[in-house]
């Protein structure tokens, strides 16, 4: 074996309950980092997902995020010309089919046509504003996951009834309606519409469990009062997260406000951003203290071994060599601890994922956890570099030891 | 052992009359509140093959000689010289190999490592420079260590040993690298009488059948006399530097 790794595994063996202490500390950091990293990537991994299957990835609305400019601008370029109304247009998207086609001739995924219309749910007294989208449902998988999420009833009974209608399912708990019950919608253009619940969904996010109802583009048509009205295009891309991006080449090519899943979400994905400082805080913390213990060892160590170090000096060990030999220590300590670590980690995330809790946020009863090794390597890593950057310290004190003071002592 | 002896045998003859090594007007002051001096004006040329005693009373600066003479320390003014080479300005590194080298030290006390077998304290040196390989190391720390009446110990620890056989360990590892000086601060300081005259045995032996150069601070005025060279040290100054061929 080489000279070094000989005398820093000696040093560490014959220090078995001291090193230790150091280890375990290491590998509690490590373990909870671990822990704490899973906990926090899954759920935000699960909420992610649930927003990204749920909503449409991209939603072309046929607002323009700049109003259009007035006539009298187009005229008297020079002048500004403040407090004209403008001009009312008519509602929906133009030439739906042919925008349609256009983004689908190169948008890597689908769109399909909506009717999004604002009314309130009448049921046994209960007034409910809601989210009424009028969808195809046989193009619908292509766009969403609603057709899988629905509860009782596949997305196909829209079909069934004239005027039928899938609300959320915290939505039917709230008014108490059942399959097969007549509910009324009412918009504030003053549409008036009886409809029958013939379904319900589950998304997993409760805002639009609890104020999301489906019917067929028609019903939603005749809701909003103007036929032929599309005004919502459902955007499903191959690669959710490259929605920010293709988002701002649909809005330049179509004019239409394009809103992509991260925009409408901006508050939440800044919490996650929130969330993540305070883990990455706190894991930097634990690790700090669990290289304060590789430090108060490695400097025991080097306080114990000063005669050899001397000795060794004498014999004409370099600096470096020396040195390393403590590095090497530190090593050891952080590589042992590291191990330890992923297995408490991993048991840790076992555990905590195995507890039963009842949570109104979250749809299954156990914690989401993230399993992925980059959390083991990112771990792995900073405390194994840590604790050498814990061990080079006193390592080098050791190193630049002069031989004779610690010779002239004991002699 | 004695191919490559002859072979740093011819190597010192070739450059005839450079003292193997050699101190210039070394002066060692410890700075501090009260700084002490160790040694001062020290001139003194130790050449192959002698058989030096350094003596002197109680705290007049032998071994602090010694540690300047084995580039343990570093003298205040002056110089010390190495086979010619100029060691004092050298950089640490570069002195840290002449001490693995060249110099062999055994102190007063065997300061073995503990955790370590006879053979491995023996074979560390050999270790540090790399040059045999693991069973090279082996066979050369064996021989020596079986030279040396120890070839019964080579796998106990240090603890096991008495405090001659631990000095004569000491030899050894000061050997490992078939350094052509061996420097030793009151190598049987610590020994009984018939321990000490062991040792002293080893060391002789290293002179006159192996053609090393050993200096040897020590006490012991009987056994300096039985030495090639006395050098008497008071107040940190030679007072007296005698030669006096005492071979046989
Ligand atoms: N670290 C030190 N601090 C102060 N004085 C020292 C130190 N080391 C040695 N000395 C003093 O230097 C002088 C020479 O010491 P040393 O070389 O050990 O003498 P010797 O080996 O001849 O007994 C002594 O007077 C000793 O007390
Ligand atoms: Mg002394």
Known sequence: MNLILDIAWTHVRARVRQTGFAVAGVATGVGFSIMMAALMQGSQDDFTSRLVNTLPNITVSDERRTPPPQPADTHYAAAEIHGLTPEVRRRGIKNPLASMAALEAWVPGAVGPSVKVQAIIRYANHDIATNVIGIDPRRESRVSDLPKQMRGATLNALFRAT????????????????IGANITLQTSEGAHLNAQVVGFFHSGVR????????????????????????????????????????????????????????????????????RNIIMYTVVGAILLVASFGTYNIISTITHEKARDIAIMKSLGLSEYTVRSIFVIEAMIIGLAGAALGFLLGYLLCVALGSVEIKNPFLDSDHLPLAYTYTHYLMAGLVALVSSVIAGYQPARKAARMHPVEIIRGAT | ????????????????????????????????????????????????????????????????????????????????????????????????????????????????????????NVMLPMRALGQLSASGMRTRGGE?????????????????????????????RALANEPPVILADEPTGSLDSKASEQVFEVLRDLVRRHGKTVVAVTHDLGMAARMDRQIELIDGAIVADKTINARG
């Not at chain 2, 020596?144 to 096991?160: A, E, F, I, T």
């Open chain 2, 1 to 120: 052992m004695s191919a490559a002896d002859t072979q740093s045998a011819t190597a010192g003859a070739a450059i005839a009359g450079t003292p193997l090594i050699e101190a210039r007007n070394v002066t060692r002051i410890l700075s501090g509140v009260v700084p002490t001096t160790l040694v001062h004006n020290i001139d003194l040329a130790i050449r192959e093959n002698e058989f030096v005693a350094i003596t002197g009373p109680s705290g007049s600066g032998k071994s602090s000689l010694l540690y300047l003479l084995g580039l343990l320390d570093l003298p205040t003014a002056g110089e010390v010289l190495v086979r010619g080479l100029e060691t004092t300005h050298m950089a640490e590194e570069d002195r840290a190999h002449a001490r693995l080298t060249m110099l062999g030290f055994v102190f007063q006390f065997h300061f073995l490592l503990p955790e370590f077998t006879v053979l491995e």
């Open chain 1, 207 to 274: 805002q639009i469990d609890e104020s999301t109802a489906y019917v067929l583009i028609k019903t939603g048509q005749i809701l909003s009062k103007q036929t032929g009205l599309i005004n919502e295009l459902r955007v499903r891309l191959r690669d959710p997260m490259s929605s920010r991006e293709i988002a701002i080449r649909v809005e330049t090519d179509t004019g239409y406000k394009s809103v992509s899943w991260q925009e409408a979400n901006e508050d939440l994905i800044s919490t996650f951003i929130i």
């Open chain 1, 163 to 178: 005027n039928a209608i899938v609300i959320g399912d915290r939505l039917s708990e709230k008014i108490g309606a059942r």
């Open chain 2, 144 to 172: 020596l260590l079986g030279s040396l009446g120890l070839g019964d110990h080579m796998n106990k620890r240090p603890d096991q040993l008495s405090g001659g056989q631990r000095q004569r360990v000491a030899v050894a």
